[in-house]
């Protein structure tokens, strides 16, 4: 049956070489790898080509080879990639990259080699959404990068990376380095063919002077022709490898039956070239515009490198967060120090960060006192400093002293990682003025070319045959509606890379559309405006025992328990009385009422006042405590005693952030009303409300309350952003216009917030809120300035105002002044 299909084959193309029907390579001599497709048989270079294309064909995606603008690439050696790909299914191997989503699902951003056009990301995003077990897959073409989620009980990693693979790419995880040789790749393709396109169009634009200068001179007809054959060789080049892309694409987007913004520029190159070759051969000089075609392709390509460029150092904030990891990490074991890969660190292992040297992981130090910059990561300009019980971040560096450190958090479980993930996110997902903007310009399209067609007819019918044409194709160039296409994602991802830099992390994209146009803002107590975490602000001396004697007992009293309460007096420091490292005995908790226990001989306890009250001879209240509520009715008290009587009463307090009142006043200056909504104790509520100068300040309140509280602000036709941390202000999150969530605040709440206060600063809020201004503003004034420029410059076009080649130059001039006004939203003052 081979040797029956190989003769038909040659019977199809005697004595011609054959390329593979799949990547494009000659099939050699005598290899008999063939397979029908449509109806055909095609002819492949190697068992691996054939054995793509037949999964291909087999799994429903033969409209792949229809819709597809260039051949793929060898597949890779099948043995060789497969048994590597077992590797990615290790636990310890997919800690540097995948991670696990609520509801038990993983996610994993992939780099996928061998995507050539837009028909790849087509064909890989069908056949792996295809597989039983995977959630999602998208590829981003213009970065070459996938996001993944799969259901680990039902397929497995590797699997999903085989099936891959099976069609011809190979996908691995994502690498900052391999990402940034994409970014030169497409750099020095597009440098290439803009050089051709800048050379041609110089020496075109030389001979067209001197058609110019001997137009008419007798005797210099000849000569005059050869010259136009020449620029026609020259400009050649400049049309068919310098501009085709904009052929590749347009031709890509008739095939899908859209009208791209591609498709009027590709007409005018091509149409004004073909005309002027039909000019030249026919001896009619007046239409040959060489010149004109080579010139607005080279100030295409200008515009679009600019472009690029720029889209490229906007874009880069995700990947630059990626490169602040160190590759090895100095771990600390029994038998000394050892270099280790970053990847093989596991929760628990100890590290020494020298100075100088990037933290590897998130922790905890263990032993020293240094300083740490968290500029890259934070934008803080000054470092930090760092002590015993203090946590690192990963991404962080190190300045002054050696440090300990004890990992908590490794691959992507780290701030760093949620960072990354989160800003990726944010920059793909597309706001509303985006796909209105995306919408439009399919109609746009279509509009001008039946107003191109419809002009040119006026032109040929009742004004100038001779320029009709001419007229129709600057029509074309003037009117590609590129700077409408850039105006919203060029502004949306300047926005997000400032604001991340300012310690507001957006992770939705439509959040900056959304917050720009917020009336209120709610605010949860704890945690948000408060740090989530009591302090100890007074002590009063009630007995014979000094207050650094009641500290020490009372730290020493809670020693062992994990009470919030606790912690307040574990975090303080002996300076006299017993010795520090005595215990007590006789420990015993008393759930809800407080610790009781025997130091030195002498039983005490600490906790509610009634409960202290009852180890003593005097269980009637002491008047001084109802002095200490009325100074301190918005703190907690606890009371220390012994047999004899109370020794000290302390009041604790959850601290207010020190930006919190810049927070509130920031907002209040912008025309926000702020409302402060809490599950404390109502007069806690109302003290720190007067203390930031909240006018709306409910206490008390349930989950429930709260949603409630936020559905009656709008019902009253306000736009609500909400401010929280905890698992109780995850519904109020979900409802409201626009959420924010703390990063020191639970999962739940930060997987369902538009955007992340990543440093736990609400000081950053109005100046969040100015940049989401800033950004509806500037995408409007790119929208605005789109539709005008083709607004005016159609007319003028039609009216025979303008060159081809002056059209081309408006036309790159409106795209970029486009990008160039969204790259101010970089600034992230």
């Known amino acids: 049956m081979n040797a029956v299909l190989q003769s038909a084959l040659e019977a199809d193309a005697p004595g011609e070489a054959r390329d593979c029907f799949h990547c494009g390579l000659p099939v050699p001599a005598g290899s008999d790898f063939s397979l029908t497709v449509d109806g055909e048989i095609r002819g492949f270079c190697c068992p691996g080509c054939r054995a793509v294309a037949a999964a291909i064909i087999d799994a429903g995606l033969g409209d792949y080879y229809r819709h597809r603008t260039e051949k793929a690439g060898a597949p890779p050696d099948p043995a060789a990639a497969l048994d590597a790909l077992a590797l990615y299914d290790s636990e310890q191997v997919q800690r540097s990259f995948v991670h696990v989503t609520p509801g038990n699902l993983r996610e994993a951003s992939l780099m996928l080699e061998g995507i050539v056009c837009a028909a790849c990301v087509w064909l890989s995003e069908r056949h792996v959404q295809a597989l039983p077990g995977v959630v999602s897959f998208a590829v981003n073409y213009s970065t070459h990068r996938a996001r993944v989620r799969w259901d680990q009980s039902r397929i497995s990693l590797s699997a999903i990376l085989r099936a891959i693979t099976e069609i011809g790419y190979r996908a691995h995880p994502f690498d900052p380095g391999r990402q940034e040789a994409v970014f030169r790749k497409e750099r020095d393709r597009a440098l290439r063919r803009l050089a051709v396109a800048g050379l041609g169009m110089m020496q075109v634009m030389m001979i067209a002077v001197a058609l110019w200068l001997g137009h008419g001179v007798p005797g210099q007809e000849d000569m005059m022709q050869f010259l136009r054959w020449v620029a026609m060789l020259v400009a050649a080049p400049v049309v068919f490898y310098a501009g085709a892309g904009f052929f590749v694409s347009a031709w890509r987007d008739l095939r899908r039956r859209r009208l791209g913004m591609d498709v009027p520029v590709a007409l005018a190159i091509g149409s004004t070239f073909f005309a002027s070759v039909w000019a030249t051969v026919t001896g009619h000089p007046e239409h040959v515009y060489f010149e ?41 074991g029994d038998d000394g120090d050892e270099e280790v890969p970053v990847t093989e660190l596991l929760p628990g292992d100890r590290v020494r960060i020298r100075p100088g040297a990037p933290v590897p992981a998130d922790g905890v130090v263990l032993s020293g006192t240094s300083s740490v910059d968290e500029s890259l990561l934070t934008g803080e300009s000054l470092p930090r400093r760092r002590a015993t019980g203090d946590a690192l971040v990963g991404g962080t560096v190190n300045v002054e002293s050696p440090l300990v450190m004890r990992v908590a958090k490794v691959g992507q479980d780290t701030v760093l990682s949620s960072i990354q993930r989160l800003l990726a996110r944010a920059q793909t997902e597309k706001p509303p003025m985006a796909l209105l903007a995306e919408r439009g310009t399919g109609g746009f399209v279509a509009a001008v070319l039946l107003l191109t067609l419809v002009t040119g007819l006026v032109w040929w019918l009742w004004v100038d045959p001779a320029r009709a044409f001419w007229v129709m194709v600057t029509m074309l160039v003037v009117s590609c509606p590129c700077a409408l296409a850039l105006a919203t994602p060029a502004a949306i991802t300047a926005a997000t890379g400032a604001l991340t830099g300012r310690g507001l992390l957006t992770a939705r994209g439509q959040a900056l559309e959304h917050l720009a146009g917020i009336t209120d803002v709610v605010f949860d107590k704890t945690g948000t405006l408060t740090e989530g975490r009591l302090s100890l602000r007074k002590v009063a001396v009630l007995g014979e025992v000094d207050e650094a004697g009641c500290l020490e007992y009372a730290r020493i ?17 002996s300076s006299g009385g017993p010795s520090s490292v ?16 025997v130091i030195r001989g002498r039983r005490l306890r600490i906790g509610a006042p009634d409960f202290v009250r009852e180890l003593g001879p005097d269980t009637q209240a002491d008047p001084r405590l109802a002095r200490l509520a009325e100074q301190w009715p918005h703190g907690g008290h606890v009371v220390l005693g012994d047999d004899q009587g109370l020794l000290a009463a302390f009041v604790l307090e959850d601290r207010t952030r020190p930006d919190a009142l810049e927070a509130v006043a920031g907002l209040k200056a912008r025309g926000i009303t702020v409302h402060l909504f809490s599950g404390d104790a109502p007069a806690a509520v109302s003290f720190l409300a007067r203390q930031l100068g909240i006018e709306d300040a409910r206490g008390g309140l349930s989950p429930a309350d709260k949603l409630t509280a936020l559905e009656a602000l709008q019902s009253a036709g306000r736009t609500v952003a909400m401010v929280g941390d905890g698992v109780n202000d995850a519904p109020v999150l979900s409802k409201a216009h626009v959420s924010v969530a703390m990063a020191g605040g639970t999962q739940l709440a930060q997987s369902g917030a538009d955007m992340i206060l990543y440093r736990d600063q609400p000081g950053v809020l109005p100046a969040g809120l100015d940049k989401a201004r800033e950004t509806v503003a500037v995408i409007r004034q790119n929208i605005r300035w789109a539709i005008g420029y083709n607004a005016l410059a159609l007319p003028v076009a039609a009216a025979g105002l303008l060159t081809p080649w002056l059209a081309a130059l408006g036309m790159s001039l409106s795209s970029l002044l486009v ?4 790259l101010r939203l970089r600034d992230s003052r």
């Open 292 to 332: 004109s075609v080579t010139m607005f392709v080279f100030f295409l390509l200008t515009g679009r490198y600019l472009e690029m460029a720029a889209r490229q150092r906007a874009g880069q904030a995700t990947e630059s967060l990626g490169r602040l990891l160190p590759a090895v990490a100095t771990r600390v």
């Open 557 to 573: 009293l809670e020693a062992g328990s994990e009470h919030p309460v606790g912690r307040v007096f574990q975090r303080v420091g």
């Open 582 to 597: 005595e215990a007590a005995r006789e420990v015993r908790a008393h759930p809800g009422r407080g610790m009781e226990g």
């Open 819 to 822: 990008v160039v006004n969204a």
